[in-house]
């Protein structure tokens, strides 16, 4: 078994196109800079999402491929939300409070329910209970990542953590890599958030 999965992860390398290998470096250097806390985290996002879009729908991931263009939107929300306002000063890192849990959950929850009836009743998806919930956490993530939400990683990362095992279910295991690795950014992302608030007190 193991050395079945080796193998198609050799072959899966070998066959991976120069799409998919920029696709996975913007992503992986939007996570990066998102956990520096720095903007760049956005034109990176945006590049990485655009990719994304397009293979993750070959793949018949249609909520993941939705999610993406959730992403490309809420990047440029964010890029615009993130730089200097009328001020002069950017946003700051903050934690959520009980009105940004309120709409958390209803972008969870709701989000949910809409992908999964889509995914089931439209699509010829073997997974949409599964990619709607991924989907689902995710977009809470990113709007609260876009609010500057200290919160959002712990979102983005219970997103991560089911997205791993459907991606190697899909055997799109360059992408079930990135997702790890996305995972381990995240949690060194909301340390670093949860810090820069308690230095700001």
Aim: proline share 2%.
């Amino acid at each position: 078994m193991i050395t079945d999965w080796i193998t198609l992860f050799s072959e899966q390398l070998r066959n991976t196109s120069y799409l998919e290998w920029f696709a996975v470096l913007f992503s992986s250097l939007q996570v990066v800079f998102a956990q520096k806390n720095s903007i760049l985290t956005y034109p990176f996002g945006i590049l990485g999402t655009l990719l994304s879009i397009f293979l993750l729908f070959e793949v018949a991931l249609y909520a993941e491929s939705f999610l993406n263009l959730y992403y490309f939107i809420m990047s440029i929300y964010g890029w615009l939300n993130w730089s200097k306002n009328k001020t002069g000063f950017s946003l700051p890192v903050t934690h959520a409070g009980k009105q940004d849990w309120l709409y958390t959950g209803c972008i969870v929850v709701v989000g949910w329910l809409v992908l999964y009836l889509i995914l089931s009743r439209f699509t010829t998806s073997d997974v949409p209970v599964w990619d709607a919930i991924v989907s689902s956490f995710a977009w809470a993530g990113m709007w609260l990542m876009a609010k500057r939400k200290v919160e959002n990683w712990i979102l983005l990362n219970i997103s991560n953590f089911i997205a791993v095992p459907l991606l190697f279910h899909k055997e799109i295991f360059i992408y079930a890599l990135l997702t790890i690795f996305l995972f381990i950014v995240a949690c060194f992302g909301y340390f670093s958030w949860k810090k820069q608030v308690q230095l700001a007190k």
